[in-house]
């Protein structure tokens, strides 16, 4: 294991540029099962979610090569349709592969696919969808697999009864060398779903978003090869926001999309944060005066994102006042509030009013375990102070990251595994903006 040592209370002063979308990276992957060319995939972020996922594809016998930030994938050596448990498990993306194997060899085998420690997250939403397309689905709990076949998947109308993000890419994937014609109805919207989208089509598929939330998918017989550079990672235009604003700092973020950004530079504003437009891909943010509290309910796009709230709980911390969060998308997502009081912040947790959770909530209602908690109360401004902290999943681990930045005195971070899943070097990029930050192996 790894440790992160951080000296904080130092502000963060320079420029750092976004990498591509981790989110759109993995997908684009598992699209390449869906043809024998070459593929190529440009602006690729070099964390440890893709080297994972590039193994998914390596254990199918597929041919990958990554180059600076550039990956190629060809599978016209592709051998295996099963997904061994080990590479799988690790990754709930690795679920992504069924669709495309399915179109091309009508059989499939993956684990119970893995991931962040997040909730339930369960792919039943796709699984149901798949069936519709003329999947025969079984899971075998005695090994731990999902087992898929289908002679040839043809078109369906599918309607989500919640917003799913993976569901919506896992059988649009499906969808593109199907029979007929496909309609997701309550489909997500979320940006990086329209770049994967854009991908699909630069590869010859026809795919089409008709409505905010349904899209159309007309199978065709073959799909090419493609060259395709993916949009930037917004998920870490907002660390870098507020790692800029919590600490004092004054930070320019290039490869910028403040259009994908509107429900979070709404909220930043109200709490005193600005962004200012140098150009339309770099954005300068600073805080304007004090730290205003805020009252945040997370939802699917175009609402508050949920991968946005637990840096945004620590920002809260410096606020004047009582902040609250309440995270409506999934079951369990405050690991990171325990870590946080490590250092001194003062949060408490509590459950809002809600007459129908069921409807209300995104995830499984089913699936909520005894003792979870919806929602946080911030009590701030308070001073944070060093601490040894572990972290368990990704954004738990760069909302820790950045308490450590903001806090008096020397914090060291156990489980960084968790930041290289989603954050390219971060270390050394943190360090260009004048942290005092260093990676050293954890004595056991």
Not at 55 to 62: E, P
Not at 102 to 129: K, Q, V
Not at 213 to 234: C, N, Q, T, Y
Not at 265 to 286: M, N, P, W
Request: aromatic share 8%; charged share 25%.
């Amino acid at each position: 294991m790894q440790t992160l040592i951080i000296q904080g209370g130092i502000p963060l002063r320079g420029e750092i540029a976004v990498a591509g979308a981790k989110n759109v990276a993995l997908k684009a992957f598992a699209s390449a099962i869906l043809t024998d060319d070459r593929v190529e995939i440009l602006n690729v972020p070099l964390i440890a979610d893709v080297y994972y996922m590039l193994d998914v594809l390596k254990s199918l016998g597929i041919e990958t090569d990554i180059h600076d930030h550039s990956v190629q994938i060809q599978s016209f050596s592709l051998k295996n349709t099963t997904v061994p448990i080990d590479i799988g498990a690790r990754l709930r993306t690795s679920s992504l592969v069924v669709g495309p194997l399915l179109a091309r060899f009508g059989e499939a085998r993956i684990p119970n696919p893995g991931g962040c420690r997040i909730g339930a997250r369960p792919i039943d939403r796709h699984i149901h969808g798949l069936q519709k397309m003329g999947a025969k689905i079984t899971y075998h709990p005695e090994d731990g697999f999902f087992y898929l076949q289908a002679s040839k998947l043809h078109g369906a109308e599918i309607e989500f009864e919640k917003n799913t993000h993976t569901g919506t890419e896992a059988l649009i994937l499906a969808a593109v060398l199907a029979e007929g014609e496909t309609v997701l109805k309550n489909a997500a919207c979320e940006v990086e779903v329209d770049d994967l989208i854009r991908f699909l089509v630069s590869m010859g598929a026809q795919v089409k978003r008709i409505k905010e939330r349904e899209i159309v998918i007309r199978g065709v017989s073959k799909l090419h090869g493609a060259r395709f550079s993916l949009m930037p990672d917004r998920n870490e235009e907002v660390t870098f926001a507020l790692a800029a604003v919590a600490t004092g700092g004054d930070v320019i973020v290039r490869h910028s999309r403040r259009a994908h950004l509107g429900a979070f530079l709404k909220v930043f504003a109200q709490a005193g944060g600005s962004h200012e437009v140098i150009d339309d891909t770099t954005t300068r943010y600073v805080q304007k005066g004090p730290i205003q509290s805020t009252d945040i309910v997370t939802k699917p796009h175009p609402g508050f994102m949920t991968d946005w709230q637990a840096p945004w709980a620590l920002y809260m911390t410096q606020a004047v006042g009582i902040s609250t969060i309440h995270e409506t998308v999934f079951e369990s997502r405050f690991s990171y509030v325990s870590e946080l009081r490590k250092m001194g912040a003062h949060i408490d947790f509590f459950d809002p009013p809600v007459q129908d959770p069921e409807s209300y909530y995104n995830f499984n209602w089913s699936d909520r375990l005894e003792g979870y908690h919806q929602a946080i109360r911030i009590f701030g401004p308070t001073p944070l102070h060093d601490a040894v902290v572990e972290i368990d999943d990704l954004r738990a681990g760069a909302t820790v990251l950045l308490a450590a930045l903001v806090a008096s005195g020397t914090s060291y971070i156990h489980g960084v595994e968790q930041i290289d899943r989603g954050y390219e070097n971060i270390e050394e990029r943190f360090q260009k903006l004048g942290a005092r930050i260093t990676r050293k192996e954890k004595e056991l």
